[in-house]
């Protein structure tokens, strides 16, 4: 007997109560509390010694629905509009038991053939989707941050000359990067990691629609040439999280061509926007960028993890990657790609499949009108903001972020407390041109008008 395997009726029985608590979560979930009261006595429990002896499969379950499912904040409530974090699809669970099972490493091809070609599938879509030519590669990540970090070292190994054998010891001027005041937080993250520093990231100004101002991008390039540093790198926001501005990607493009600027595209937001031919004259920018990140967990409902980079010319992200190891080495397939060669990571899940499996089961239209109808929403729910009076929208809404203010209020943190405490909505707090506000982001493919209506009834009382 093997300790580490299920007897034919016990997996039969796990698979009954796996279906059952899956089935159960489902089913409630309209009316699950949002943001739990965590029972700390329960969930300090979980701290006790590992026991030397199994609890069994009943005993397990039991703990599951005892214990993690009421601890566990309700993302995929319809009315969880806090964060830039969809519900996962339907067949999520099912894709990831398989995967699993199946635990395919995806690092070289000969580990994981079927996972290989998924992943090469997936991402040439998502390129096709960017509109990237066919020579671009990519890769999945553990999420946006990761990708952006990918990226910068990416474009490090392309900009800075013998930079796999020297790195940055070497006795030359700083490298300078360029992003927005409202960008990603990944982008400061990701310069201080690879060494570039926080000293050497400039934070542009931006405009009234809270967008890059490309003017000050322009001045801040010239004035660091003239300081004898090394403009390298811009980093454009297409959906920052604040607020879900765009930025004007064209113009942007334009400048790093003209300047000889790497151009990265954080799209982890609102990229896969993308997918609807709406969003082409404000997004179509993204095409002309070096490298882009994406997130298949946002706006493809994924469940976590499900990140994604794109390198516009394929090669250069393998060179900066691709290391010699005979004792890895296999033929090469024209059919295969070795992951390992395309990032930092050897061991790697299968990611691609739940993406895959959820485009083959409902069609890449289904995304489309889900993520259209998430527009619709939060336009609609900032016309109903615009209607109250005593509620000020305190930014353009481009995308699915709303942001207001109630009037007279400062400090929106006893609002916020009400909403979740209530369970009419868990919002967010937000500053933006240095006024406190709330923010609700739908990107929640369950959210209804009727969520947005019974918001909005809150907020008029």
């Given at each position: 007997m093997n300790e580490l395997l299920l007897t034919d009726d016990e997996r039969a029985h796990a698979g009954a109560r796996l279906t059952a608590v899956l089935d159960s979560y489902e089913r409630g979930l309209a009316e699950a509390d949002i943001l739990p009261a965590p029972d700390r006595a329960k969930l300090g429990g979980l701290l006790a010694p590992m026991p030397e002896k199994g609890i069994g499969l009943d005993a397990l379950f039991d703990s599951w629905e005892d214990v993690i499912l009421p601890g566990s904040t309700a993302v995929a409530h319809p009315r969880f509009l806090a964060y830039v974090l969809g519900p996962p699809n339907g067949i999520a669970p099912y894709a990831e038991a398989l995967a699993a099972a199946i635990n395919q490493n995806c690092n070289f091809w000969?580990?994981?053939?079927?996972?290989?070609?998924?992943?090469?599938?997936?991402?040439?879509?998502?390129?096709?989707?960017?509109?990237?030519?066919?020579?671009?590669?990519?890769?999945?990540?553990?999420?946006?941050?990761?990708?952006?970090?990918?990226?910068?070292?990416?474009?490090?190994?392309?900009?800075?000359?013998?930079?796999?054998?020297?790195?940055?010891?070497?006795?030359?001027?700083?490298?300078?990067?360029?992003?927005?005041?409202?960008?990603?937080?990944?982008?400061?993250?990701?310069?201080?990691?690879?060494?570039?520093?926080?000293?050497?990231?400039?934070?542009?100004?931006?405009?009234?629609?809270?967008?890059?101002?490309?003017?000050?991008?322009?001045?801040?390039?010239?004035?660091?040439?003239?300081?004898?540093?090394?403009?390298?790198?811009?980093?454009?926001?297409?959906?920052?999280?604040?607020?879900?501005?765009?930025?004007?990607?064209?113009?942007?493009?334009?400048?790093?061509?003209?300047?000889g600027l790497w151009l990265h595209v954080d799209g982890a937001y609102g990229a896969l926007f993308l997918l609807s031919e709406s969003m082409r004259e404000l997004m179509g920018g993204c095409a002309r960028a070096d490298s882009i990140t994406l997130d298949p967990h946002k706006l493809l409902y994924a469940p976590l993890e499900a990140g994604c980079l794109l390198v516009r010319d394929g090669a250069k992200l393998r060179d900066a990657y691709a290391f010699d190891s005979s004792y890895l080495t296999v033929a090469e397939d024209p059919l295969m790609t070795d992951y390992m060669d395309y990032g930092p990571q050897l061991s790697r899940n299968f990611k691609a499949f739940k993406v895959w499996s959820a485009v083959q089961a409902f069609g890449v239209d289904a995304f489309r009108k889900a993520n259209e109808r998430t527009l619709e929403l939060a336009r609609y729910l900032a016309e109903g903001i615009e209607a109250i009076d005593g509620l000020t929208l305190l930014a353009p809404v481009t995308l699915t972020a709303v942001c207001f203010s109630v009037d007279g209020v400062e400090d929106h943190t006893a609002l916020l407390e009400e909403l979740a405490a209530e369970n009419v909505a868990l919002l967010g707090p937000v500053v933006v041109g240095g006024k406190h506000g709330i923010r609700a982001c739908i990107t929640n493919h369950r959210t209804t008008v009727e969520d947005i209506d019974l918001v909005l009834d809150r907020l008029w009382r």
């Open positions: 000969q580990l994981s053939p079927a996972a290989s070609v998924v992943e090469r599938s997936v991402l040439e879509w998502l390129a096709s989707v960017v509109g990237f030519p066919s020579g671009a590669k990519g890769i999945l990540t553990g999420g946006g941050s990761l990708a952006t970090l990918q990226a910068l070292a990416t474009a490090l190994h392309d900009r800075v000359p013998d930079f796999h054998r020297t790195g940055l010891q070497r006795d030359h001027a700083p490298l300078v990067v360029y992003t927005s005041v409202e960008a990603h937080r990944s982008v400061d993250k990701a310069a201080a990691i690879l060494g570039i520093g926080l000293d050497n990231v400039r934070h542009v100004e931006t405009d009234d629609r809270h967008r890059m101002d490309v003017g000050a991008l322009r001045r801040a390039v010239e004035q660091d040439r003239r300081d004898g540093l090394r403009p390298w790198c811009v980093v454009a926001t297409c959906g920052t999280v604040s607020t879900g501005s765009v930025d004007p990607l064209d113009a942007v493009a334009d400048l790093c061509s003209e300047e």
